[in-house]
T-cell receptor, first 113, second 114 residues
Framework: DAKTTQPTSMDCAEGRAANLPCNHS???????VYWYRQIHSQGPQYIIH???NNETNEMASLIITEDRKSSTLILPHATLRDTAVYYCIVRVVGGGSQGNLIFGKGTKLSVKP | DAGVTQSPTHLIKTRGQHVTLRCSPISGHKSVSWYQQVLGQGPQFIFQYYEKEERGRGNFPDRFSARQFPNYSSELNVNALLLGDSALYLC?????????????FGQGTRLTVV
């Protein structure tokens, strides 16, 4: 079972920041927070990951609370092409099935003009 | 460089039949993982192979099997198909023996069982 809780859906206006929350209250010290997204009819796409520090890359920023029980994915200037299902995943970095991705239902983000 | 390629893109099978799905990883990647995505759900892990050895198995019946070839391509086989096997089957490749951030997914094979 997924170890994360996300809202089922969210809307965002084009050009505004999209903030997607994720709760992972049972996260262990050796588990990372990963975000993937899946645009309709395509395979999931890696966005960003982090352990305890905030992270930023060309796609998004990841803010992890100090107690690591929740995080927020931020898309700074959402476009219509960011409409997708966003998955928050916690996982152990390691071999075998422990290292594989356990997806929940994710958040359906709709970016509107 | 080509990404992860899966074939076929779509297929329709009848209950009780057998199906083979194929995946070619990104050049240089030695790990292949398979996922099943039923409509409205997130992908569910089926198998992982690394260097031709099974490294992980999800909670799927023995009707599901897979293998990895010397060129690191992979096949997923499903026997005695059920209606509930209708899903998008995704393949992901990565350099390492776990699906880290370097995991790249293919476009999937849409299987419909009638």
């Amino acid at each position: 079972d997924a170890k994360t809780t996300q809202p089922t859906s969210m809307d965002c206006a084009e050009g505004r920041a999209a903030n997607l929350p994720c709760n992972h209250s049972t996260i262990s010290g050796n588990e990372y927070v990963y975000w993937y997204r899946q645009i309709h009819s395509q395979g999931p796409q890696y966005i960003i990951h982090g352990l305890k520090n905030n992270e930023t890359n060309e796609m998004a920023s990841l803010i992890i609370t100090e107690d690591r029980k929740s995080s927020t994915l931020i898309l700074p200037h959402a476009t219509l092409r960011d409409t997708a299902v966003y998955y928050c995943i916690v996982r152990v970095v390691g071999g075998g099935s422990q290292g594989n991705l356990i997806f929940g239902k994710g958040t359906k983000l709709s970016v509107k003009p | 460089d080509a990404g992860v390629t899966q074939s076929p893109t779509h297929l329709i099978k009848t209950r009780g039949q057998h199906v083979t799905l194929r995946c070619s990883p990104i050049s240089g990647h030695k790990s292949v993982s398979w996922y099943q995505q039923v409509l409205g759900q997130g992908p569910q892990f089926i198998f992982q192979y690394y260097e031709k050895e099974e490294r992980g198995r999800g909670n799927f019946p023995d009707r599901f099997s897979a293998r990895q070839f010397p060129n690191y391509s992979s096949e997923l086989n499903v026997n005695a198909l059920l209606l509930g096997d209708s899903a998008l089957y995704l393949c992901a490749s990565s350099e390492r023996d776990w699906s880290g951030p370097e995991a790249f997914f293919g476009q999937g094979t849409r299987l419909t069982v009638v």
